[in-house]
């Protein structure tokens, strides 16, 4: 337990300060206990029951699906954690083989490849990571407890504390804490853009690229009868076709959670007979005709903040020592390409790599530095999610250019030829799971047979 020193005027050298103790918050303290003597990870939010469904987390209610890259990554972080997820009851998916998903036309074909993980509640992913973080005698987190401010040197050179408001009545009243490195980890409402105002700095330029994607899930329990060789299905939307789609996610103790999609405002409903009907009116009613059999567990939860949002502070020309950010509170992407988490680690693995070059190279220019190899790592699932949300007319922010719209329809070819190619659609699989760059998909063998296409009708639709 580190003690809470008010003293502000030196910096604490060994003291690294995270804010917000969600995802990028806790992968973030994670490898800073590698390089600082001491972490104190600060949340707003009260965690005394581990597995509740917390206000600065709403999408826990919500399908979280943790994509292969991603589950590799916390693996390395976390070792054993994969075994205490199944150990907890989440269900092992091998996400081309278990996996039913109706894509651009036809169901995908299935087969075996070794992009498997866990499936489960946002809530018992996040539990078990703060679980295995705590046990760092190093790491101290502080719950109900918000950080107001920055504290900063007198020319505002440097951060290097911050400001606290205590939200719990019986908390110690230490107000301000001072530290060598802070990390804004709070999310899509970072207060960082106006801190850096108020402290003479430009805020960050933003790009903001809007589907007007809404959400509506439920969670329900898995009927005891069902036979399925399937463990979990997507209904994909599909630009000029249906813009609903839905997901059937399978997470522990036997249980579904299903969320249901529409693009371009089209936004799911949220009572019971709404929410059936809409499942009804997919591409296909398979979620429909599994729902209105199974038991609801929840209320349904909607949500519709899904705007793909960066916050270039890459583009800055200065920027104070001491600060940097990472997760949502940088770039937070539409959801339903499922790239978040598995962002928020690579992300703190691009602060770990840039920590260790600390220790050899100058410090000068530490946060910018991070922003700028940060960027370079965004600017992969960046266009993959834009890209995407891009082919909606209804889209707001996008202007896709003659290059873009050409990689679409490459892309599109691509999808449809992989519904006869089990060896296609992996390597497709591959690249949405995060394990191998975009640029797989433009291997010489697959540009032969989107080339060869060109001369053949392709049926596109359903
Ligand atoms: C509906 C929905 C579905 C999603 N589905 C997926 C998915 O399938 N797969 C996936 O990988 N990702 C998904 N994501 C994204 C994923 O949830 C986030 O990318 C991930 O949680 C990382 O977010 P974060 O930690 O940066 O921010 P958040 O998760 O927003 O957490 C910010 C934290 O900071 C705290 N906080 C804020 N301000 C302060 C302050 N001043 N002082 C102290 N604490 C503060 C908040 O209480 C909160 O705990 C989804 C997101 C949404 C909205």
């Given at each position: 337990?580190?003690?809470?020193?008010?003293?502000?005027?030196?910096?604490?050298?060994?003291?690294?300060?995270?804010?917000?103790?969600?995802?990028?918050?806790?992968?973030?303290?994670?490898?800073?206990?590698?390089?600082?003597?001491?972490?104190?990870?600060?949340?707003?939010?009260?965690?005394?029951?581990?597995?509740?469904?917390?206000?600065?987390?709403?999408?826990?209610?919500?399908?979280?699906?943790?994509?292969?890259?991603?589950?590799?990554?916390?693996?390395?972080?976390?070792?054993?954690?994969?075994?205490?997820?199944?150990?907890?009851?989440?269900?092992?998916?091998?996400?081309?083989?278990?996996?039913?998903m109706l894509g651009a036309g036809k169901?995908l074909?299935?087969?075996?490849?070794?992009?498997?993980?866990?499936?489960?509640?946002?809530?018992?992913?996040?539990?078990?990571?703060?679980?295995?973080?705590?046990?760092?005698?190093?790491?101290?987190?502080?719950?109900?407890?918000?950080?107001?401010?920055?504290?900063?040197?007198?020319?505002?050179?440097?951060?290097?504390?911050?400001?606290?408001?205590?939200?719990?009545?019986?908390?110690?009243?230490?107000?301000?804490?001072?530290?060598?490195?802070?990390?804004?980890?709070?999310?899509?409402?970072?207060?960082?853009?106006?801190?850096?105002?108020?402290?003479?700095?430009?805020?960050?330029?933003?790009?903001?690229i809007?589907a007007f994607l809404?959400?509506?899930?439920?969670?329900?329990?898995?009927?005891?009868?069902?036979?399925?060789?399937?463990?979990?299905?997507t209904v994909a939307a599909l630009e000029g076709v249906n813009s609903r789609g839905g997901?059937?996610?399978?997470?522990?103790?036997?249980?579904?959670?299903?969320?249901?999609g529409g693009v371009g405002h089209d936004?799911?409903?949220?009572?019971?007979?709404?929410?059936?009907?809409f499942?009804?009116s997919l591409r296909v009613?398979?979620?429909?005709?599994?729902?209105?059999?199974?038991?609801?567990?929840?209320?349904?939860?909607?949500?519709?903040?899904?705007?793909?949002?960066?916050?270039?502070?890459?583009?800055?020309?200065?920027?104070?020592?001491?600060?940097?950010?990472?997760?949502?509170?940088?770039?937070?992407?539409n959801?339903v390409?499922?790239?978040?988490?598995?962002?928020?680690?690579?992300?703190?693995?691009?602060?770990?790599?840039?920590?260790?070059?600390?220790?050899?190279?100058?410090?000068?220019?530490?946060?910018?530095?991070?922003?700028?190899?940060?960027?370079?790592?965004?600017?992969?699932?960046?266009?993959?999610?834009t890209g995407e949300d891009g082919r909606w007319s209804t889209t707001k922010?996008a202007q896709p250019?003659?290059?873009e719209r050409l990689m679409q329809k490459y892309f599109d070819r691509v999808t449809v030829l992989m519904q006869?190619?089990?060896?296609?659609?992996?390597?497709?699989?591959?690249?949405?799971?995060?394990?191998?760059?975009?640029?797989?998909?433009?291997?010489?063998?697959?540009?032969?047979?989107?080339?060869?296409s060109?001369?053949?009708r392709i049926p596109n639709t359903n």
């Amino acid at each position: 337990m580190i003690s809470l020193v008010a003293d502000t005027s030196v910096d604490s050298p060994r003291r690294a300060i995270v804010i917000g103790g969600s995802m990028a918050g806790l992968l973030a303290a994670r490898v800073l206990i590698d390089h600082f003597a001491e972490v104190v990870l600060i949340e707003r939010d009260g965690v005394s029951d581990p597995l509740a469904t917390r206000p600065g987390v709403p999408q826990s209610q919500h399908v979280h699906v943790l994509l292969t890259q991603g589950q590799r990554l916390l693996e390395q972080l976390f070792p054993g954690l994969a075994a205490a997820l199944t150990a907890a009851g989440a269900p092992t998916v091998e996400w081309t083989a278990d996996w039913l998903m109706l894509g651009a036309g036809k169901w995908l074909p299935r087969c075996s490849s070794d992009l498997s993980g866990r499936t489960c509640s946002r809530t018992l992913l996040e539990g078990l990571i703060r679980q295995r973080l705590l046990a760092s005698p190093k790491l101290t987190l502080l719950t109900g407890c918000q950080v107001e401010g920055l504290l900063t040197t007198k020319e505002n050179q440097r951060v290097n504390g911050v400001q606290l408001h205590w939200r719990t009545p019986d908390a110690a009243s230490v107000p301000l804490l001072s530290a060598a490195l802070v990390v804004d980890a709070s999310g899509r409402n970072s207060a960082l853009p106006s801190w850096l105002t108020q402290m003479g700095y430009d805020a960050p330029p933003e790009t903001m690229i809007n589907a007007f994607l809404g959400y509506a899930s439920r969670w329900y329990e898995r009927p005891k009868s069902l036979e399925a060789d399937w463990q979990g299905i997507t209904v994909a939307a599909l630009e000029g076709v249906n813009s609903r789609g839905g997901v059937l996610y399978p997470i522990e103790n036997d249980r579904w959670i299903v969320t249901l999609g529409g693009v371009g405002h089209d936004y799911p409903p949220t009572d019971e007979t709404g929410f059936l009907a809409f499942a009804r009116s997919l591409r296909v009613p398979i979620l429909y005709d599994l729902l209105k059999e199974a038991q609801p567990l929840s209320p349904i939860y909607s949500y519709r903040r899904t705007e793909n949002r960066w916050r270039h502070y890459e583009r800055l020309h200065h920027m104070p020592e001491g600060i940097v950010a990472l997760g949502d509170a940088v770039c937070a992407f539409n959801p339903v390409y499922g790239q978040g988490m598995t962002t928020a680690a690579l992300s703190a693995m691009t602060l770990d790599r840039c920590l260790k070059q600390v220790q050899t190279q100058t410090r000068n220019h530490f946060s910018l530095r991070f922003h700028k190899q940060l960027a370079r790592q965004l600017k992969t699932p960046w266009l993959m999610a834009t890209g995407e949300d891009g082919r909606w007319s209804t889209t707001k922010g996008a202007q896709p250019g003659r290059r873009e719209r050409l990689m679409q329809k490459y892309f599109d070819r691509v999808t449809v030829l992989m519904q006869d190619s089990p060896a296609l659609m992996k390597t497709f699989a591959e690249v949405v799971h995060m394990v191998k760059p975009p640029t797989a998909l433009l291997a010489p063998g697959i540009v032969l047979q989107v080339l060869a296409s060109y001369g053949k009708r392709i049926p596109n639709t359903n």
